[in-house]
Structure formats: C-alpha cells, structure tokens
C-alpha cells in the first residue's frame, strides 16, 4: 500500500497540473475527441494550461464547488497525478475523474486514489459519482470495478472520427 494522500492545491501548486496536462505521455488518452476544452489539442490529448489561467481556474473550482487534489506520495514527496470531482447540470449528476502521470501509472496509485476521492466525496454528501472511458481501456476499467464502480450503460464514442465502444461507470457511496 503506497503512502498517498489527496492534497488540494494552492494557485502556487498549479505548475504540477500544468507540466502534466502538457506531457504528450500522459494525455494521449485524452486525444482524438471533439471537444471544446481551452488549449485542448485534438492530436495528443494535451491541454495548455499556462500561468495566466491558474487564478481563473482555481477561483472557477471554488466557485462551482468542483473539488480537484492532487495525489501525493508522501514516500517520496512527490505529486503523481490527480483527482477530481464535479457536478454536470446536464446529467444531473456527480463526474469523477483520475489522471496518473504517465511514468507513475501501473505502481498502484489509481486504486488507492480513487478511494480517497470516493471517501472525500462521501463525506461531502456526495451519493454517487460517475466516469465514463472507452471499454478497452481495461487497466482504466478494472481499478473502477476494483473500488465498486459497476458499469450502468454503454455508449458510442467518437474518437478520431471513428466510432468507439465507451462506458459510463457509477458508483453508490
């Protein structure tokens, strides 16, 4: 068991996110959608999330209460991904997310972190989360599954013009 804890950013800590969200490595699950995100690059995954947008940002988590920690290891002081949570008024519901940093991923920290986020959300009165992520991402898929997500429906995904078999994944808290 890693020795992990989920740490809320401070603007000054935003410069994890932005090397991160601009590591080629780590996004490319990322690229191929259409879809309008600020500084998204449709042929990595990458998204540009330079310093001049922290504040923005940051101020734009509190106010929608979206709640985004970075994934610490306390072994070895280092941040190795991040979590996140927030609410989709067109769904109506509660979305999760979970990005490992692509030299920390098969290490064990996507299991842990996800319960931590699950505990977090819980004890904000949060009754279920969601993701959703193409099904053959099966690593991706079995650390959901791990932590008691269950697969609620099947959709069709569009990525790179194609059509991909997707899922969206739910968990009760």
């Known amino acids: 068991m ?4 989920l740490y809320v950013p ?3 800590d ?4 932005e090397k991160i969200v601009k590591d080629e490595k780590t996004m490319n699950y990322n690229a191929g959608y259409d879809v309008n995100y600020y ?4 042929d990595t995954g990458c998204i540009d999330f330079p310093k001049e947008r922290w504040k923005e940002v940051y101020n734009k988590r509190i106010r929608e209460n979206r709640y985004f920690a ?3 290891d306390n072994d070895l002081n ?5 979590v996140n949570y927030q609410y989709n008024k ?6 999760c997310g979970i990005l490992i940093e692509y030299r920390y991923r098969g290490k064990g920290y996507s299991k842990q972190a996800l319960k931590l986020l699950c505990d977090v959300a819980k004890n904000n009165g949060i009754k279920e989360l969601y993701d959703n992520f193409e099904i053959d991402r099966e690593n991706t898929l079995d650390v959901f599954k791990s932590v008691g997500f269950e697969i609620i429906n099947k959709q069709i995904l ?5 059509d991909v078999e997707g899922v969206i994944v739910k968990i009760r808290l």
């Not at 935003?14 to 996110?17: F, L």
């Not at 067109?90 to 979305?95: C, M, T």
């Open 2 to 5: 890693k020795n992990i804890e």
């Open 10 to 12: 401070k603007i000054e």
């Open 14 to 17: 935003y410069w994890y996110e």
């Open 39 to 42: 500084g998204y690059h449709y």
């Open 70 to 72: 970075y994934i610490k």
């Open 78 to 82: 280092k941040f190795v991904g991040y």
């Open 90 to 95: 067109s769904e109506d519901r509660y979305e």
């Open 158 to 162: 569009k990525k790179f013009s194609k």
